[in-house]
């Protein structure tokens, strides 16, 4: 079965400092990886997305995140975080099919300081 | 660019009551999915549906809870009697490859 970790629930950074988001996933072949965010009462955001290829991913606003198979990881990172990157982050992993659901982590909120 | 619709945006019902929520998915997309998201929570997966059938469904998704695409446009989704732990934003979402999310209903459960 497939299932994610973001093992921080809440992170607070400083405005203009980085940020590192960890995601954690198990699957059994090949995962399908991807980071939303979600503001307050707001839908899902595709952030940036894995399928194959360059391990190293790069996202709208500008988001990054590698993937890195012998640590089942998926870690999302941005070098200067601005006062409107404030919103919950959601990791997911897919299935290589196209019916293949989405499960997602349980979330990291991400405050930011001024 | 094209996207998923959900209509509505806000729903409030009654307990005991049927609720239908409707999703217009991307034109040339042939998967079609449902989650919910209790407040505060993850997003569960439901439900995906293909060739006019369930492919999988998820323990959440037991009697109460059916999908439908009515014709060549909608696919909805029927809770048929409501109960308080019902209440939740629901997100529908279509593939072709990737999955599209649309903007979510918030169902409320009085």
């Known amino acids: 079965a497939q299932s994610v970790t973001q093992p921080d629930i809440h992170i607070t950074v400083s405005e203009g400092a980085s940020l590192e988001l960890r995601c954690n996933y198990s699957y059994g072949a090949t995962p399908y990886l991807f980071w939303y965010v979600q503001s307050p009462g707001q839908g899902l955001q595709l952030l940036l997305k894995y399928f194959s290829g360059d391990t190293l991913v790069q996202g709208i606003k500008g988001f990054e995140a590698e993937f890195k198979r012998s640590q089942s990881s998926f870690n999302l990172r941005k070098p200067s975080v601005h006062w409107s990157d404030a919103a919950e982050y959601f990791c997911a992993v897919g299935r290589d099919t196209n019916a293949g659901k989405s499960t997602f982590g349980d979330g990291t909120t991400l405050t930011v300081k001024p | 660019e094209p996207e998923v619709t959900q209509t509505p945006s806000h729903q409030v019902t009654q307990m005991g009551q049927e609720v239908i929520l409707r999703c217009v998915p991307i034109?040339?997309?042939?998967?079609f999915y449902w989650y919910r998201q209790i407040l505060g929570q993850k997003v569960e997966f439901l439900v995906s549906f293909y060739n006019n059938e369930i492919s999988e469904k998820s323990e959440i998704f037991d009697d109460q809870f059916s999908v439908e695409r009515p014709d060549g446009s909608n696919f909805t989704l029927k809770i048929r009697s409501t109960k308080l732990e019902d209440s939740a934003m629901y997100f529908c979402?279509?593939?072709?490859?990737?999955?599209?999310f649309g903007p979510g209903t918030r169902l409320t459960v009085l």
């Open positions: 979402a279509s593939s072709v490859f990737e999955q599209f």
């Open positions: 034109s040339n997309h042939l998967y």
